[in-house]
């Protein structure tokens, strides 16, 4: 073997070792997730996604091809992100079982809602997945302030702010080492906020209602109240909540909603069905011809527009909500 053989055989395995150290730069790496504390080697390859904020935070970090699954949907995902999400087996529209999220063969399984994947997760809990080796990260937005001890969907007991969509996306940026992704999409969020919330900076005190779904159209409905995604969207475009209730999601009577006289009303749009109320048509039919609801001003000027639901949760998509909101009261004259 020649000296310049040697030499080359040394650079070359130098220039391996340096990859190899830069490829796993950063690790091992911790991160605390919602009282837990969890630990990656290196970034996951194999991931299921259960909840429709999460799916879309994964996609736009162009990361869907580590996607095996999916599940827990609320309605068709970004037009952007369609291609990338036709490749990826859809386990279910709801709550997948157990067994079909642990055969798609994760090794990290990414949950919006501990309401699934928690200490009574009805998908299963955190402790299951990891006696077979699949770590589990919960949504920043469903543990930050939140009380799920209560059952269901549990109770929001601090405001929600974009920090927690914020820190979800720094989260897995960090975990599948794109930081530089998730930076970018970040300051992308904050400033379509900012554009949004300067575009109505003169508008002040209006009453808007959210309006989300109702088990029977005659009867109470349920509204947005305190805390939650909508009250974030409403708080930021300087208006106010029509419903006062430290619930995120009181129910609320149409006489009661009548006396609060709200100027804009706002109609969630999903594409379930399990309830009457679920359907936007059936909401402006409603609105039209019940006989309390047909006499609000709001009403009888046309004040009232369908928003997407993956809106009015914690998400990416709140964005989308305040621009919406923004752009809906200019149009009607609310704001300049």
């Known amino acids: 073997m020649t000296m310049r053989s040697v030499l080359a055989g040394l650079a ?15 690790y091992p790496l911790t991160i605390e997730n919602c009282g837990r504390t969890l630990t990656f080697e290196k970034p996951p390859q194999k991931v299921v996604s259960l909840g429709q904020a999460m799916h879309e935070i994964v996609y736009a970090l162009d990361l869907g091809q580590r996607l095996t699954g999916t599940a827990v949907w609320l309605g068709p995902v970004r037009e952007e992100h369609a291609e990338a999400n036709a490749t990826v087996p859809r386990l279910a529209d709801e709550s997948p079982s157990f067994e079909s999220v642990v055969a798609s063969g994760p090794s990290l399984v990414l949950s919006e809602f501990e309401w699934h994947v928690g200490p009574d997760g009805v998908v299963g809990t955190r402790d299951q997945f990891a006696e077979l080796g699949i770590q589990t990260y919960i949504a920043p937005m469903d543990c930050t302030g939140k009380d799920n001890a209560s059952g269901g969907n549990g109770r929001r007991v601090q405001p929600f702010t974009m920090e927690q969509v914020y820190r979800a996306i720094s989260d ?22 900012a554009r949004a919330v300067a575009s109505v900076a003169r508008a002040s005190d209006v009453p808007v209602l959210v309006w989300f779904t109702s088990p029977q159209m005659k009867g109470d409905a349920s509204v947005a109240g305190s805390n939650g995604a909508p009250a ?11 419903i006062a209730s430290d619930d995120e999601w009181p129910w ?4 009661t909603i009548a006396k609060s006289n709200p100027a804009v009303i706002v109609l969630a749009a999903m594409d379930r069905r399990f309830n009457p109320g679920d359907d936007p048509q059936a909401k402006m039919a409603f609105l039209r011809t019940d006989p309390v609801a ?3 001003p709001s009403v009888q000027a046309g004040r009232y527009f369908v928003m997407r639901a993956e809106a009015m949760n914690p998400s990416m998509r709140t964005i989308d909500g305040i621009e919406l909101l923004a752009s809906k009261m200019r149009e009607f004259g609310l704001a300049e």
């Open 232 to 242: 974030y969207i409403i708080s930021k475009l300087t208006a106010r909540n029509a």
């Open 12 to 26: 070359l395995a130098a220039f391996s070792s340096a990859v190899a150290i830069a490829g796993n730069a950063g």
């Open 252 to 255: 609320a009577s149409w006489e």
């Open 172 to 193: 897995l940026s960090q975990i599948f080492d794109v930081r530089d992704r998730g930076n970018a999409l970040i300051a992308t969020l904050k400033e379509r906020e």
């Open 294 to 296: 047909s006499q609000m």
